[in-house]
Each structure stands twice: as structure tokens, then as C-alpha cells.
């Protein structure tokens, strides 16, 4: 399977909508981001997990239990093209919360070279930039799960 950053590159210049996740003209946040990059390599690999998508059960795009279905957390020494960056309080620059006021979260794929993430964030839409421009309190780095054909 191809890195989830592939996947993403497809929605460069995607503008942002806070609190928006379903894709629209109106663009969508970088959760929304994330959930469109896994549902399309879902998609294109025929993952069975992909009726996680929309389960009534309340399993669906806007449920940790689902995130945590489909995601394993790794280590920093171990990060590589496609994982995914969760950082808390994340400001571009100076001062500049990324994702609006209300928001304490933010998520990122990283690229091929490692030093650059694809992400969505207020004012500029989906764009690729580096990751030092990014400060952050805490962060969290995850992998998208491959299903594994017994």
C-alpha cells in the first residue's frame, strides 16, 4: 500500500473549514483531511474495515473507537512517510493557532521526506510545509494499520 502522505497530496490547496470533516466546496478541517487520505487508501486496497466507515453503532469517521480501529500508535525514532502526527496546541509560527481559537488539536501526515507533513490548517487550506515551522506542546505519532490476510 502506498504512504497515506500519497494519498493526501490529491487534496492540496483544499480550503479550510473548521469543524468541517465530509468534503464540500467549502473544504473541510485536518481531521477531515486525515479521514478523506485513510478512506481513500481503504478504498483503493478493498480494506474490509471500511464499513467502519459509516456504522450505525456509532463506530463511524467521528468516533475515537474508530480512529483506534485503524490506527497504532509508534515510536518518534521509528516515524516514516504516511504516519500520522496528532500534536496538541499547534501554532505555525509565532503565535498562529493552526486550527482556529477553539481548537487544541491538530493532525499531519508526514511526507516522503520525513521533515515535511501535509496537513490543513486555518487561512491556508491543505498545504505541505515543514515541521519545524510547527510548534506544539505534545504530540503523538500513529500508523495507519494494514489488515493482515491470515
Not at 110 to 133: A, P, W, Y
Amino acid at each position: 500500500m502506498k504512504p497515506l502522505s500519497e494519498y493526501a497530496k490529491k487534496y492540496l490547496g483544499i480550503p479550510y473549514n473548521e469543524g468541517i470533516t465530509k468534503l464540500s466546496e467549502q473544504g473541510f478541517d485536518c481531521f477531515g483531511l486525515i479521514f478523506y487520505s485513510i478512506k481513500d487508501a481503504m478504498e483503493e486496497s478493498k480494506d474490509p474495515r471500511l464499513e467502519f466507515l459509516n456504522d450505525p453503532k456509532g463506530l463511524g469517521f467521528s468516533s475515537w473507537a474508530w480512529w483506534f480501529r485503524v490506527l497504532e500508535e509508534v515510536d518518534e525514532k521509528d516515524r516514516k512517510p504516511g504516519d500520522i502526527l496528532f500534536i496538541k496546541d499547534a501554532y505555525l509560527g509565532e503565535s498562529e493557532n493552526v486550527c482556529g481559537e477553539n481548537s487544541g488539536a491538530h493532525v499531519a501526515i508526514f511526507q516522503k521526506d520525513i521533515n515535511r507533513v501535509i496537513h490543513c490548517i486555518e487561512r491556508l487550506g491543505v498545504i505541505s510545509s515543514k515541521l519545524d515551522l510547527l510548534r506544539f506542546s505534545k504530540r503523538k505519532i500513529y500508523r495507519f494499520k494494514e489488515v493482515i490476510e491470515v
